[in-house]
């Protein structure tokens, strides 16, 4: 299964963004082979609007079954949902603090979007 992450670094160690779709980069792990790849989504860091649904398409293309992110607004949050995709939200400072908590099982998923739209 692969899982994006919210970044704005390069890698494992790299800071969890507090926001899903305004994020600089998704960092896409593949728990299977336990490798990593960054992708970047500086096309919606400043979108005036849609950066939240253009995003969710985004990892949804990449085949992500899971999401763990600071924040996830409600069209972002419609679109993973539609598409089978877990939402999970944490406030740990890092990827990889965010990776462990996942694979401890100390993650909640999310029932529904947890910021209005356009939330910054």
Aim: net charge neutral; proline share 3%; hydrophobic share 45%.
């Amino acid at each position: 299964m692969k899982i994006a992450f919210t970044t704005s670094g390069t890698d494992i160690n790299a800071p969890l963004d507090s926001r899903f779709g305004r994020a600089p980069k998704f960092l896409i792990y593949d728990a299977a082979s336990e490798t990593f790849e960054v992708i970047d989504n500086q096309q919606n860091l400043n979108a005036a609007q849609g950066a939240g649904i253009q995003s969710a398409e985004t990892v949804a293309r990449l085949g992500v079954g899971v999401v763990v992110t600071g924040h996830c607004g409600p069209k972002a949050f419609r679109v993973l949902s539609t598409a089978g995709i877990k939402v999970f939200t944490t406030q740990v400072p890092t990827v990889a603090a965010a990776l462990e908590q996942y694979r401890n099982g100390a993650l909640a998923e999310a029932n529904s979007a947890d910021v209005g739209g356009h939330w910054m």
